[in-house]
């Protein structure tokens, strides 16, 4: 089994407690990652991420909360969560209202929720590297 | 933003292919065979999966 981490981990990484590191993962786009001493990666992952979701935003996408009786909404709810300070950030600003009428509003939230989707798979592989599953 | 169909689906497909070249594989040479092999994945299976549901009704 390789050395949890690896040598490339910062300071800060070696210190902080796995779940702090995956929320921090959660939280901005490649920053696990960064924090783990993957700069490359962390860089091109922050990019993709940041990529989809503008162009979610842009294409009149919809940051979608749960909707009582609609069960689908939930998981809808969870992906766009998974984009992180994003999310909250674009729902700060009234961003992600989406307007059902636009031509790019299925297109949207396509974008808007593969982005939150690859950031939670970031999270999991945070914790591959962390733990030593992942030795690279 | 005013693109079509397409483009916006080659957009799509060229971020999932790069994100998962970089997740799975670790080498350069690994990394590129990965994209190309998911990129037109993506692109050539919904294209075919369109043509594949022309011939149903809508609704």
């Avoid at chain 1, 960064?34 to 979610?56: D, E, K, Q, S």
């Amino acid at each position: 089994m390789p050395e949890a981490g690896g040598p490339r981990e910062t300071r800060l990484a070696q210190r902080l407690p796995l779940p702090v590191l995956m929320l921090l993962a959660w939280l901005v786009p490649g920053l696990g990652h960064l924090l783990l001493g993957r700069r490359l990666r962390a860089a091109v992952f922050c990019v993709v991420i940041l990529v989809g979701f503008v162009v979610g935003l842009v294409l009149d996408g919809e940051l979608m909360l749960p909707h009582a009786g609609d069960p689908l909404s939930y998981l809808a709810a969870i992906a766009n969560i998974g984009n992180g300070v994003l999310f909250f950030v674009a729902r700060h600003f009234d961003l992600g209202q989406g307007a059902v009428t636009a031509p790019g509003y299925e297109f949207g939230n396509t974008f808007l929720l593969t982005a939150g989707m690859m950031n939670l798979l970031l999270v999991l592989d945070t914790h591959d590297i962390a733990v030593g599953k992942k030795d690279w | 933003m005013t693109l079509d169909h397409l483009t916006l689906m080659g957009l799509d497909a060229l971020l999932i292919a790069v994100f998962f070249s970089f997740l799975w594989k670790r080498d350069r040479r690994e990394r590129w065979h990965h994209f190309w092999k998911v990129f037109a994945a993506l692109l050539v299976g919904a294209v075919a999966l369109g043509w594949l549901m022309y011939p149903f009704p809508r609704g």
